[in-house]
């Protein structure tokens, strides 16, 4: 009877086992869709439009670059997660040193909370929703006014985070992505106009500036943070394993980014076809509430506003409360509500600087800390190759470190519209000379490869040195 129990116990293991690697396809459906809505913010809709406008005829290299940063990044960040077995961000940083973890998990908190993307969520629902029934000499105003009230709900919300805003973000996301899919098709087969000229950077350089303006989505840095989250959803699933989780993360992955990405070049081909009739902005809010007042009047730029501030209210919750807890840990004498009062009312001062300028001033930041986050990712998925020693990660991310923070240094002067200053210009003159890719943002790229692997082969050398020397 014992070993009868043994042995059916040893069955139905096995059975299970087959079960959790073998998930229907529905189960990866659900975790995809689950990963779109995590990275699809209406935040990002303004930045292929954008691009559209400005890459006009050289529009299909510029989406090429913007899809590997603003959505294959972020799908490589949720894989490395998940291969690296780490329990969050800053135990994954941890390798490099637990200084440089809360260093790098903070400063990424920070971007894409109370710094730049919170804020920008209040004002991309006043850009696309409100600012066209606003007088031009007005808009300062209605921008603070809508704003206050905007950043005031997310206080509430914030302050007791329940299951409502979940609900209404479940509910939401389909809608929006329907309204959007109706706009794009509308496009596709009645479009605006002829596409134009490409403007500035995107005449002889599109691919790369794409690339570039993929960073403004802040999907890469997210992954880090959201990749927790996917893989104990799988693990909800009964998939314990680290190659099944793996395998279930690149399956769904796959999902979200055939979903993301057509929704993205959908975007820049309406932006790209808009130009006969609209105007080039400084941002692409402006370029979405004008095609669906185009294409279905105001009801359709009613109903688009409407939308899109929800989502974006949902969003800019999601954030704060995010924040809040992340630093109340770093930090417990400072309460939960007393952090999210905190990161509300920064958000809601720098979201009056306007969207332009939230953008034009995240921009270095981002080139500072987009390079540390994608080497990171590299790192991860190289790491058992050299035995996960720190040492490698701590000389990359140092290589790596000295080059981006004068790439931010140089956006940050180019933004205050000033001459860099005179201490930067020695090293930034020797790395356009000595760093291949430097002037298209991308110096760090092959410093950073060269390490990984001299360090690598020193580290295996190393170890089998001292292998050898043990074992005679």
């Known amino acids: 009877m014992f070993l009868t129990d043994i042995l059916h116990i040893a069955k139905t293991n096995h059975l299970r086992r087959k079960l959790i690697v073998k998930?229907?396809?529905?189960s990866y459906a659900a975790v995809g869709v689950m990963l779109f809505a995590l990275f699809f913010g209406a935040g990002n809709l303004i930045f292929p439009a954008s691009l559209g406008q400005n890459a006009g005829t050289n529009l299909w290299p510029a989406a090429i670059g913007f899809l590997i940063t603003g959505v294959g990044l972020p799908l490589l960040g949720i894989i490395a997660m998940s291969f690296s077995g780490s329990r969050n961000l800053q135990e994954l940083a941890t390798r490099v040193h637990p200084v440089y973890a809360v260093f790098f998990t903070s400063l990424l908190y920070l971007t894409i909370g109370p710094f730049f993307a919170s804020p920008?969520?209040?004002?991309?629902?006043?850009?696309?929703?409100?600012?066209?029934?606003?007088?031009e000499s007005s808009q300062q105003l209605w921008l603070f006014i809508f704003t206050l009230i905007f950043f005031a709900i997310v206080l509430f919300f914030s302050l007791k985070p329940g299951k409502l805003v979940d609900t209404v973000g479940k509910m939401l996301a389909p809608g929006l992505v329907a309204l959007i899919a109706i706009l794009l098709v509308t496009a596709f087969v009645s479009p605006m106009g002829e596409i134009q000229a490409p403007q500035d950077s995107y005449s002889s350089g599109a691919f790369v500036t794409g690339f570039l303006e993929g960073y403004n989505t802040m999907d890469a840095l997210a992954s880090l943070v959201f990749g927790i989250i996917v893989i104990n959803a799988i693990r909800s699933m009964g998939v314990t394993s680290k190659t099944d989780i793996l395998k279930t993360t690149i399956k769904a992955g796959s999902i979200a980014v055939l979903l993301l990405g057509s929704i993205y070049v959908g975007i820049a081909y309406l932006g790209a076809t808009s130009t006969q009739v609209l105007p080039f902005f400084d941002n692409g809010g402006p370029v979405l509430?004008?095609?669906?007042?185009?294409?279905?009047?105001?009801?359709g730029s009613v109903l688009l506003a409407v939308a899109i501030t929800l989502a974006c209210l949902t969003t800019a919750i999601g954030l704060t409360v995010a924040n809040a807890q992340y630093f109340n840990t770093l930090f417990p004498k400072f309460s939960y509500k007393t952090l999210v009062v905190f990161f509300a009312t920064i958000t809601f001062v720098i979201a009056n600087f306007g969207l332009t300028n939230i953008i034009t001033y995240s921009i270095p930041v981002l080139m500072f800390l987009y390079p540390l986050a994608i080497v990171l990712m590299i790192l991860t998925f190289l790491s058992p190759l050299f035995n996960h020693d720190r040492i490698v990660y701590q000389a990359t991310i140092a290589v790596t470190f000295l080059i981006s923070i004068f790439d931010g240094l140089q956006s940050l002067t180019k933004s205050l519209g000033i001459e860099n200053f005179s201490w930067m210009q020695p090293i930034i003159n020797f790395y356009e000379q000595a760093l291949p890719l430097y002037g298209q943002g991308l110096g760090w790229l092959l410093p950073a490869i060269v390490t990984i692997v001299v360090t690598g082969v020193i580290t295996r050398f190393r170890k089998e040195t001292t292998v050898e020397a043990q074992a005679s």
């Open 289 to 299: 509430s004008g095609a669906a007042s185009h294409y279905f009047g105001t009801f």
């Open 23 to 26: 998930l229907s396809f529905s």
């Open 120 to 135: 920008r969520t209040g004002t991309v629902a006043f850009e696309v929703g409100f600012s066209s029934f606003v007088s």
